[in-house]
């Protein structure tokens, strides 16, 4: 049996798939109204007033269950010269090439950057989302400003959906990753080799 | 299968592949607003509220003529009163100047481009822009594409509603209610080109009358409209209550809705399959016990 | 690029899974752009003529049903008559909304009276509401008839019961009116001609 | 000016449009307020409210002064050459023959100077002093445009720049039509300012002519057909009027009505009057008329004063007048002085109404708060409210502005249990008659005699009432003996039964019937003329003969003749209307002449057939109560203390043969308490008080509000939007305000006089906002003649609410 460390705890990892089940629903419902080839997904959610009216509350409730998520990891994710360094050297990674990483904490600069992406991007889609929500915001916000609020939605929007496919994808390429987040553990392996500075922490404690 | 074979459709909202366009040969038609000629009657408000069977709710006084004060869902076409003091060549002269406001039809609708729910709005053959309810979803983006703020999105129904140019009477042969009515036929309707020459005469008329800066106004910056005004100071709109002078589709509309969409989307399919193919070329990195590079160089360090 | 088995299940079946979305009926709705359809298409068309101000425009008036007997004919739509002369198919705001003047809430219905000193109506029927005027105004004209005046010339007038007459009402209703109020010998009696 | 066509009658405005665009016509407002009609306008220029006979008299000054008459026209169409007797004369202010008790003047001393033959002297020179033009321009040298401006608060160049305009009309090429509605004829001094427009377009020579003429823009649809139908409290139909006590027999009732000519060969229409009164009464009372009892002569009531509507709420106050029949009327609304109309109906002993719609009258008794804050228990009135159909509901025919009597046809069945009206008057009639058989009562003759040749008695068919009024033949109708062949038979012009084809088949011997004879034409024994609808129009010139049919005889321009020169041929070759071809007069209407009367004769025969003159009257002998030649008066309530004209003679401050009761004269308001002109006027988006059930009306005007320039708003501190207080010395109103660029403060004989604008169709029943009635406001004084209330100019005080 090989031996595991805890990397998330239960309620973290309940709020992380509350967040991204979230995404999904909110992400599909957008993308319905982002491009009419993906229209089709508004019948998951009741054709396309239902996504209308969901879309908001779906974005509301992802973004109300993130800033929790957000809260209990911000602290390992501030930005190191480390961090910068492992940008550097990024290349080599994604063609397989681990050795030349420099040591990661709990969170390596990919990591990291994908998180403060999410929170860029969820802040700026609840700012810019609440401007144009119709029918409560309908009259309250100039025509001018809702334009301007429609454009950066959809950026903030794009920049998420891409983030999260890096998300995703990162998980299932490092194998044993997807674990973390499924029952919370992960190999000691792993760990030794995807984040030895974590890892040596955790054995210290141990 | 579009049920409307007489009127084909020239555009339609959020739908990438082209409509049927095979019958292209339609006269446009064009709705002519004389201001010149407009006695401020509103016998078009009450034509347009009876024929299609709208009933705003009676509202108040607020200083002016104009009721209702706006566009509503139940009120497409509305008078805008404005006292203004023009000079003329015995000097000064007031002016009551009254303007029809409603849907202008552009060629170039911003409320098509922006609007996501596919079919809600059409662009008909002859140039008529309109609303087909049943595919709104009540989102409100046509009130952002709008560069004339006419879209109106009713709060009982979540839908939007304008002037639809009657296209219900011009697809059986009859002209709009409003144009009909119009006491001193400062409306007129007809082929656009019609229109144009007898607002030309018109033009020369009030020329002839002291209005040196008599105009058409067709603006081209939405590709021309099938609502055009004859206005006695085309050189300047905004003294009509604030017609815009130079209106166009806003830069931020045309640029959600124009190219980066699509180069979004490509982009968000592009970074899945670039990552399918990154697995697929570059292979896992696998989470095994020891013979992992990383994870031998780890273990050979504790396990001495 | 080795795609080994499982793999290349993994995808195939991804490929599967969307088509039978696709085959579910998820596919775009095939857009209907259909107009209103026109309402007047089968309705019964009157010629008439605006009561409001003296132009006198023409007007049509589309009515639901062909005169069928079972039908209580009810018009629904008001426009300009084209071929009038003066309008030529233009109304004013009024003219434009005749169709709430005939179905306006106030439109009266029954009979009603109010009696002396009470503070709301009272719905009678026509009989007892015309019997009760008849006698009225037979007992006004009875008792202050004026056959001679103080210098005893035959004047034959009945002053004391006046009439206002509506300028609105055609003139057949105006002529048989005037015929019978003035056989009773009224001289109290006018129309909108007056103000 | 003195109408807003493009508010209250749009679709006809459209042909100002029209000839705007086609015939490049100029159009002058002039009026109070910045009206609709004057956002079309080429020229606008502001008038005090009241001072419209100051105005015109003006523009008839600077006619003269300047020579811009039409000569020809003048010297042969108007009476300017004829000599006005001696004692005529006119002293500050007053015309002789004025007396002061009654209010009223003896108009025997305006007669002409007549020959021995009884025919009027003329002097074509137009020299002799004593001639109506020299008199004319004697009277109206006084209104010099400094005069005028001082009175009308008109700037002198503008009044100036709009008679060059109305001057330029007076070549015989170029024409102009004057259409003017209440805001001339609700004036005390009413009759005299439409009187003096028309002198205006007889100086133009533009009366006859196509595009020319005095356009009344009448009211209701039916407000002409009601006229001419007579339902007026001195009427019979067809222009004819009821006796006086004093003509006990028909030789003097005929003698003032029967005109003859005085001028040799005129036709003097009204010389026939016998014939038309004559077949009235065997309308009416059929065999029960007969030459013994003077033709059922005695069966109609005779007037010992008229009984007007003014009278009628005075008598009512006075407790005389004990039952009140409203048939689509709403006193309450229309009636000045609300106070005094409520008081009066309160003091009835029933009110009947009979209307599509429910009125404030019918319940002018429920108390609505302050819009109308009654106390129920007090009325003793017993009210019954019947439901009568709506023009959708009736067959029938209106007759418009244009004397069109136009048919209109059902297109569906009334509501509930409301009745056409001919079914109710039947009603009424029946229950009488019966009762009258039955029980006897006072004078029954009338009534059980009343012809009623119905087939259905209760509900007589619009068909047989129209048939009715046009008129038949009750004996064969022969041709007056052939002077060329005396001894040929007689012709028979229509047989016994037969529906009339004109009025001139009418006989005074009881062998015709007609119900009105100047509607004789419309049922023929072609049938039903007035349902015509062939809109063709062969001259190009608007003329749609074959559609309806007018009254007299479908002409569509009346004293058309002359439209042509005193030798036959047409003023304006490009816009003939009727013209003489040698052998007859033709042309694009139905001659206004006897077609055969050669215009060459020594004494032709005047194009004016109507007047005993034959010419049209610029000195008005007879037919006006206030006086020969109009006089600018002030209105009862003017902002100015005393009539500019003539300061010294409080006399003729107000129009001195106005209709105003004692109480009413006293109560009236002072400059002092209330300094602003007040006028009160129509909307484009209401009809009167109708519209206020309607929806569509409601929602696109749906509150009541004042108009009131900026000056007075600044200096009352009332910004655009507030709700005012409006006080006349008859009640206070409130209301919103519009702070409008549209009114003008003038300077009127040295002072600031505002204008308060007061649209009228608010009440307290409707779908619209509840507002008040303005008639709480209006004064209870009418014009001299007609007796219509002088809604236009009165004066109110304002303040923030």
Known sequence: ?206 | MSSLQSLDIAARSATTTPTPQAREHVVEVAKLIDVSSCIGCKACQVACMEWNDLRDEVGHNAGTYDNPRDLTPQSWTVMRYSEVVMPSNEGERLEWLIRKDGCMHCADPGCLKACPAPGAIVKYENGIVDFISEHCIGCGYCVKGCPFDVPRISKKDDKAYKCSLCADRVSVGLEPACVKTCPTGAIRFGSKEDMHEFAAERVVDLKERGYANAGVYDPQGVGGTHVMYVLQHADKPQIYNNLPADPTISPMVSLWKGVTKPLAVAAMIGAALAGFFHYMKVGPIEDEDDDGPGERRATEEETR | MEMNRRQFFKVTGAGLSTSTLVALGFSPAPALAETRSFKLAKATETRNTCPYCSVGCGIIMYSVGDKAKNVKSEIFHIEGDPDHPVNRGTLCPKGAGLLDFVHSPNRLKYPQVREAGSKEWKRISWDEAMTRIAKLMKEDRDANFVAKNADGKTVNRWTTTGMLCASASSNETGYITHKVMRSMGMLVFDNQARV | MGGNAAEAHPCGFKWVIEAKQHRRAKLVVVDPRFTRSAAMSDYYAPIRPGSDIAFLGGVINYLIANDKIQHEYVKNYTNAPFIVGDNFSFEDGIFSGYDETKRKYDNKQWGYALDDKGFAKVDPTLQDPRCVYQLMKAHYSRYTPEMVSKVTGTPKEKFLKVCEHIASTSTPTSTMTIMYALGWTQHTIGSQIIRTGAMVQLLLGNIGVAGGGMNALRGHSNIQGLTDLGLLSNSLPGYLSLPTEAEQDLETYYKPRALKPLRPNQMSYWQNYPKFFVSLQKAWWGKAATAENNWAFDYLPKIDKVYDVLQAFELMNQGKINGYICQGFNPVGSFPNKKKIISGLSKLKYLVVIDPLNTETAEFWKNYGEFNDVKSEDIQTAVFSLPSTCFAEEDGALTNSGRWLQWHWKGAEPPGEAKADPEIIADIFHRMKKAYAKDGGAFPDPIVNLTWPYKIPHSPSVEELAMEYNGKALADVMAPPDPKDPKAPPKVLAKAGEQLAGFGLLRDDGSTSSGCWIYTGAWTQAGNQMARRDNSDPWGIGQTLNWAWAWPANRRILYNAASSKPDGTPWDPTRKLVQWNGIAWSGSDVPDINPAANPGDTDRVQPFIMTAEGVARLYAPTGMAEGPFPEHYEPLESPLVNNPFHPGNAKARMNPAARVFKDDLAAAGTPKDFPYAATSYRLTEHFHYWTKNVLTSAIIQPEQFVEIGEELAKAKGISNGDRVKISSSRTTIQCVAVVTKRIQQLDVDGKKVDIVGLPNHWGFVGVAKPGYLVNSLTPFVGDANTQTPEYKAFTVNIEKA
């Open chain 1, 1 to 206: 049996m090989k031996r595991t460390i805890v990397r998330y705890q239960d309620s973290t990892r309940i709020n992380h798939w509350f967040v991204a089940l979230l995404f999904v629903f909110a992400g599909l419902s957008g993308l319905a109204l982002f491009h009419p080839s993906m229209f089709f997904f508004s019948n998951l959610f009741g054709g396309g007033s239902w996504t209308r009216i969901l879309h908001p509350y779906f974005g509301l409730l992802m973004v109300f269950g993130f800033v929790f998520l957000f809260l209990q990891v911000w602290r390992e994710n501030i930005w190191t010269r480390n961090d910068t360094e492992w940008i550097r050297n990024s290349e080599k990674l994604l063609r397989g090439d681990e050795e030349h990483m420099p040591p990661v904490g709990k969170y390596n600069a990919g990591q990291k950057a994908v998180v403060w992406v999410f929170a860029v991007s969820l802040l700026v889609l609840l700012i810019t989302g609440f401007m144009f929500w119709r029918p409560w915001f309908d009259g309250v916000f100039p025509i001018v400003l809702q334009r301007v609020a429609v454009l950066l939605h959809a950026l903030a929007a794009f920049a998420l959906v891409l983030s999260v496919i890096i998300h995703v994808y990162a998980a299932i390429w490092v194998k044993g990753s997807v674990r973390a987040m499924t029952r919370g553990t992960v190999t000691e392996g792993w760990a030794r080799r995807h984040h030895p500075l974590w890892y040596k922490e955790m054995r210290g404690e141990k």
